[in-house]
């Protein structure tokens, strides 16, 4: 089977578990805008790794703009965000991200880094006034990801593990697509 592992990566961590997953495998990973429609064709298998930003994961655009040429391909989506692993936020990143699509896809997801000395200007700011605003509330009133940002306190983490890999194996390699 052919697999086209593809990938964006804003801050390395998706282009991390794509390089991982690309080893398991044994085919190259591409990052997203070096791929051709003609890598899609030829493909059997498409694997997206892309990091989760504001409920969206990076790179899901392009699958839905793709949608005509990869329709009969078993897709999967690798997520990668900063909140530790819940199959409720999971869902709930499926559900953000599926909306106008009519592919059937398989997600999967790793938790991957944070680190606001290599963000941007505009990341690092929002990250830090949104830490600001959820100081006040319980830890009852917050979803997965705002318990993430919490709990980082601004320091840089690394949770980058291969368990998720290979549970992302196991995942695909039984072609389940919950």
Known sequence: MKNLIIYTSKYGASQRYAEMIS???????????????QMLETADRIILVGGIYAG?????????KMERHIKM?????????????????????????MKNCNLTISFSYGQGTYDEEKMNFKDRALCRSLRKALQGKEVSEMDASMRALVNTQGKAHDWIDKKYVDMFLKKVNGCSNA
């Not at 690798?78 to 559900?95: R, W």
């Open 56 to 64: 969206k994961i990076a790179g899901m655009k392009y699958v839905k």
């Open 73 to 97: 391909k078993k897709i999967h989506v690798f997520a990668v965000g900063a909140s530790a692993y819940c199959d409720d936020y999971l869902e709930e990143i499926k559900m953000n991200n």
């Open 23 to 37: 080893h398991a495998l044994g085919d190259p990973a591409t990052e997203l805008k070096q791929c051709k429609k």
